[in-house]
């Protein structure tokens, strides 16, 4: 009479247990990259609004000495603390990024050309390449 396996053998278990580490430590890793660049993408979502409102005042010629609260923006956020406003025509709108430690440190700024008008964003130089959003240089 054959005898029917019930359960699972300990070496099976430990077998999926070591698959879950594996894929676990792969995983991990690229989810905080992730992770880090969606703070970077969102500390940049966070000073574009102001763009608009800061393009607008330069068009009217209205003074040069305008703040966040001008352009419709907080002087921080979640992801930005502090949001600063250089004001001209060649001004720029920066955030000084918080969250996670492989960007706190480092800022993001869009810097508006006088010349041309267009709008231009930049990183700190520490801060990682693969982290920056689509369209931003160092």
Known sequence: MKKI??????????IVVAIIAILAAI?????????????????LADIRGGVTAFEEIINRGTP??????DIGLAATTTR?????????????ISCALEGNPK???HSITLTRNSATGT??????????PKYLPNGCTQ
Not at 27 to 38: F, K, N
Not at 64 to 69: D, E, F, G, I, Q
Not at 119 to 128: E, G, I, K, N, Q
Request: hydrophobic content about 40%.
């Open 27 to 43: 995983a991990l890793p690229a989810y905080q990259d992730y992770i880090a660049r969606s703070q970077v993408t969102t500390g």
């Open 64 to 69: 040069s000495t305008y703040t966040n609260v």
């Open 80 to 92: 930005c603390a502090p949001i600063t406003v250089t004001p001209g025509a060649g001004g720029s």
């Open 119 to 128: 709008w231009a964003c930049t990183a700190s130089a520490a801060l990682d």
């Open 103 to 105: 960007v706190s440190p």
């Open 5 to 14: 396996q019930k359960g699972f053998t300990l070496i099976e278990l430990m």
